[in-house]
């Protein structure tokens, strides 16, 4: 069976990355059929627009879809291409498993955690405004029906995953209504999960806890701009972005990318460490139900790090990208 899949390779480092991701997926022994697609600054110079409605097209036919970092302007410009397409496609289920990798420097020992982030509204719908000259006022959108959803899958990802634990996150002694309706419609979905223990944190508190002992979190639920901030600290916790793996999830489909940003600066060079986009398509293996090679990639991975002669300089070797992938592709 050949699996079609859109790869959107994105910018800066995105195309080196996801080459090597394409060639690890190579050793897997599967057949795939790349439908590349461009979405980001490339595709707004060549398309005028960062995101052809093309992508979206490919995505909703192929289902699936191994995506690189793209980069989206500070303060002006377009829309981020991530939020873009997770509206676009109700991807509504951010997943980023936070574990601890062999032979990766850390202040941390066994960190096993997984995120799950409301992925579609929250502050992140996008609804701004100026009031009056030097007044803006950003809106804030919590729903039941997103939340109860998100809720759901949290559980559903923990029975399915041998979890014991989830945890929502919040801030409801301050946002009342808004994290008072998440918190409700958690409390609410908990009940039909008697076998998982289920608990609240407030998020500042949530930060330092983290902090000071990643593993007393099991499963960690989030809405999107506590899930954002939450995440990307908790990849420090297992050697930074380029080790941090991730999914966007909704019902009719699913885009598995990289977390980290596109790196211009050492864009070309053969610099950049793709292992998490690589840790990425073993997740969409995963969800795609090729689980031994799911394995095999994630174990490619760990024999490489432990080795300690292939790796790239942000992990303190003096490989390049290339060199990298092969070593993994060769482990496998």
């Known amino acids: 069976m050949a699996y079609t899949i859109t790869l959107i390779p994105g910018d800066g480092i995105g195309p080196e990355v996801a080459a090597a991701a394409v060639r690890v997926l190579s050793a897997t022994g599967l057949q795939f059929e790349w439908e590349t697609q461009h979405a980001g600054l490339q595709a707004l110079a060549t398309h005028g627009s960062a995101l052809p409605e093309a992508v979206l097209t490919s995505i ?8 690189g970092p793209t980069e989206t302007p500070v303060g002006s410009g377009h829309r981020s291409i991530n939020v873009a397409l997770r509206k676009e496609l109700d991807l509504y289920a951010n997943v980023r498993p936070v574990e601890t990798l062999h032979g990766v420097k850390s202040r941390y020992d066994g960190v096993d955690l997984i995120i799950v982030r409301e992925n579609t509204e929250d502050l992140y719908s996008g609804l701004e405004h100026v009031v009056v000259p030097g007044v803006v006022e950003s809106i804030k959108i919590i729903t039941e029906k997103a939340s109860t959803r998100i809720a759901r899958y949290a559980f559903e990802y923990a029975r399915t995953h041998g979890r014991k634990r989830v945890t929502a996150v919040h801030k409801a002694n301050i946002m ?46 989030l809405e ?31 885009i598995f990318e990289a977390v980290h940003g596109s790196a211009p600066d050492i864009a070309g060079k053969n610099m950049a460490n793709p292992i998490a986009l690589v840790l990425s398509a073993a997740m969409m293996l995963d969800h795609l139900g090729e689980h031994a090679a799911a394995d095999r990639v994630r174990g490619g991975v760990d024999a490489v790090l432990k080795g300690g002669t292939k790796l790239t300089r942000d992990l303190g070797g003096k490989a390049g990208t290339t060199e990298i992938a092969e070593a993994i592709a060769a482990a496998m």
Request: charged share 25%.
């Open 60 to 67: 909703r036919r192929n289902k699936v879809a191994l995506k």
């Open 176 to 221: 009342k209504l808004s994290d008072g309706l998440f918190l409700d419609c958690a409390r609410g979905v908990a009940k039909d999960y008697p076998e998982i223990r289920y608990d609240e944190i407030i998020v500042d508190n949530c930060c330092m806890q983290l902090v000071l002992d990643p593993t007393r979190f099991d499963m960690l639920l």
């Open 224 to 254: 999107n701009l506590y899930g954002d901030i939450v995440s990307d600290l908790c990849a420090g916790f297992i050697g930074g972005l380029g080790m941090a793996p991730g999914a966007n999830i909704g019902e009719y489909g699913a």
